[in-house]
């Protein structure tokens, strides 16, 4: 069904059609051997920001970019037995700020799937605007929410 909706939107939108495209699409799960198995965020965004999904078992890896894709940041969430809460760890690179952005992704997506989820995360553009920034932090999170709704759906 996902793979029904990813062409009729982008049948869509290549006949110039693009009044019920959504910012971001989900174009659905793949299997690639083993106990690995990676998603794709497909995006149809300004600033073409992307989610990338790879499943370690019952585990998952979130990989978000955007214009010059690189690690600046990583953030894991886990449930703690001690505190029955979900804890994170966070490591960023020297003169990165993709941290926030992590953790907030890490933590909400390990309390909607109930498994440990890493997000390395690295968006870089030059010469832009704070709201530019804001701008991209917002798409960030449109298409994290948009993937999310598509991983709750999957369990």
């Known amino acids: 069904m996902l793979k029904d909706t990813y062409r009729a939107l982008h049948a869509s939108r290549a006949l110039g059609?693009?009044?019920?495209?959504?910012?971001?699409?989900?174009?659905?799960f793949k299997n690639s051997g083993g106990n690995v198995e990676e998603a794709l965020l497909v995006n149809a965004?300004?600033?073409?920001?992307?989610?990338?999904?790879?499943?370690?078992?019952?585990d998952i890896l979130l990989l978000l970019t955007g214009g010059e894709a690189h690690i600046g940041?990583?953030?894991?969430?886990?449930?703690?037995?001690?505190?029955k809460d979900v804890q994170v760890r966070t490591v960023d690179l020297p003169g990165h700020r993709e941290d926030e952005l992590a953790e907030y992704m890490a933590k909400t997506a390990a309390k909607a799937l109930g498994c440990t989820v890493t997000v390395a995360a690295g968006i870089h553009y030059d010469g832009i605007s704070k709201e530019q920034i804001l701008?991209?932090?917002?798409?960030?999170?449109?298409?994290?929410?948009?993937?999310?709704?598509?991983?709750?759906?999957k369990i």
């Open 17 to 28: 059609g693009n009044a019920d495209i959504p910012k971001a699409i989900f174009a659905g």
């Open 45 to 58: 965004t300004k600033w073409d920001i992307r989610i990338q999904e790879v499943s370690a078992g019952r």
């Open 73 to 83: 940041a990583v953030a894991t969430a886990y449930f703690n037995e001690e505190d």
């Open 135 to 153: 701008d991209i932090v917002a798409e960030a999170k449109q298409v994290f929410e948009g993937y999310l709704k598509a991983a709750v759906n």
